[in-house]
Every structure is written in C-alpha cells, then in structure tokens.
C-alpha cells in the first residue's frame, strides 16, 4: 500500500491564482482531513469528510473548498490564492472515528508570493 | 477554540540525557494522542491513552495521561540522535465539536551526539 499520497510536494503561486492540492489514500479508510501546519502553529483543520459525498468544515474553512467523490480522493481547492494561505498542507485519514490512528500524508508546500 | 499547550517548545539536550514533554489543557480529553514528525514529512503516531492515570511504554519512551484527563506527558530515557524531530500532542476533547484533532504547537526535540 501506499498509504496517503499528496501532489505536487511544492508550489508556487501568485495572489489571486487558483490550484487544487490532490490526496488519495488506499487504504479504503472512511474518514479523511486537510490540516495546515504554519510555523511555530501546530496543525489547524481546514476540512474533513467522513465518507464520499459528506464533508464539513473544521477550524480554518475560509479560503478553501472541498470535495469528496470517492472514497479514495479528497482535493483541497484554492480559489484565490493569498499570502496568509502560504504553509504546509497535509491530507490524512483514518479507518473510521478520528481518535483511530490518522495516517497522514508528506505534505503539500505553498507559497503565495 | 480549545487550547493545548505544549512545553518546551524547544529543547536542545546531549545524547544519554533524560526529558519530559508536557502538554497541558484546561478542558477534558477524551483521547490523547502523541505524533512524531520529522523535518519534510508527515507526523506519525506514537501511541494513543485514553483512561485517566494510563501509562504506556514504546520503548525509551513513557507516555502518561493525567488522572483528570487534562494533560499528558512523554518521558524520554537515555535519549538518542535518533529521537531528534517535532513531537506534537493533539486531542480529542470531550463535548464533540468538529470531527478532528485538536493539535499542540509542538516541542522541538534535538538531541546531539
């Protein structure tokens, strides 16, 4: 198994730009989530889903949107990239309730410029 | 927003030494957990606690959670270069919220030769 993939592994932007950060997992798990992790700040979660077609927002909805087709996949949407949304992203997921062990994935790093 | 505090929020210490990491809250958890993350990757999970007062061992490591399920604590013995990363607490708090973890900011650990 894989376990959880993210692409790119690095990005550049430009304020106002758009980009989708891709995760798909293969170990058939339920649950899956977006965190961002800034510097000196721990990870804050963006969104999470607890099965294909269900999401909902965690503490740093704003500026991003999600969604989740399949069970496999869930992007990470930017619509109009800003300096403030500069970070690591991570995607992670876990087999059913969040205290199971979420396997995380490498990471996504943006910067807006 | 809950808070979870972690200390230190770095330590720097020789190889053999003994350290403890504290990571504190002021509300109840309902499960702890304890991530290790190294520089370009994801965080990966230590161990999990769950009852008040539990104890587990990985190893050199010793994790606690308190008795009020409102702090826990990893000791390290006779540390090695090898234990050098990011190590991050992250809960699940009792009352429900966002389906999602709740994270520290982290303890840098090094640990030199």
């Known amino acids: 198994n894989a376990g959880v993939t993210q692409t790119p592994k690095f990005r550049i932007l430009k304020i106002g730009q758009s980009m989708t950060l891709q995760c798909t997992q293969d170990?058939?798990?339920?649950?899956m989530y977006w965190y961002r992790q800034d510097p000196g700040m721990g990870l804050k979660l963006i969104y999470y889903?607890?099965?294909?077609?269900?999401?909902d927002k965690g503490e740093v909805p704003n500026g991003y949107n999600v969604s989740r087709s399949t069970t496999e996949d869930f992007p990470l949407r930017l619509e109009l990239a800003a300096p403030s949304q500069t970070s690591v992203y991570f995607c992670?997921?876990?087999?059913?309730?969040?205290?199971?062990?979420?396997?995380f994935g490498p990471g996504t790093r943006l910067l807006v410029l | 927003t809950q808070l979870l505090e972690q200390s230190p929020q770095f330590l720097s210490i020789q190889e053999g030494e003994n350290l403890t990491v504290y990571c504190n809250s002021s509300?109840?958890?309902?499960?702890l957990q304890w991530y290790r993350q190294e520089p370009g990757e994801g965080p990966v999970l230590l161990v999990t606690?769950?009852?008040?007062?539990e104890v587990k061992k990985l190893k050199r490591l010793t994790f606690q959670f308190g008795d009020a399920r409102k702090d826990s604590s990893l000791h390290i013995t006779a540390a090695q270069p090898g234990d050098t990363g990011l190590y991050l607490c992250?809960?699940?708090?009792?009352?429900?919220?966002?389906?999602?973890?709740?994270f520290g900011k982290g303890t840098h650990l090094i640990i030199q030769p």
């Open positions: 992670a997921s876990s087999y059913s309730q969040v205290q199971e062990t979420q396997y």
């Open positions: 170990m058939n798990h339920n649950y």
């Open positions: 889903s607890v099965g294909a077609g269900i999401t």
């Open positions: 509300s109840v958890f309902s499960s």
């Open positions: 606690v769950v009852t008040g007062g």
């Open positions: 992250a809960g699940l708090y009792s009352g429900g919220g966002a389906d999602g973890l709740t």
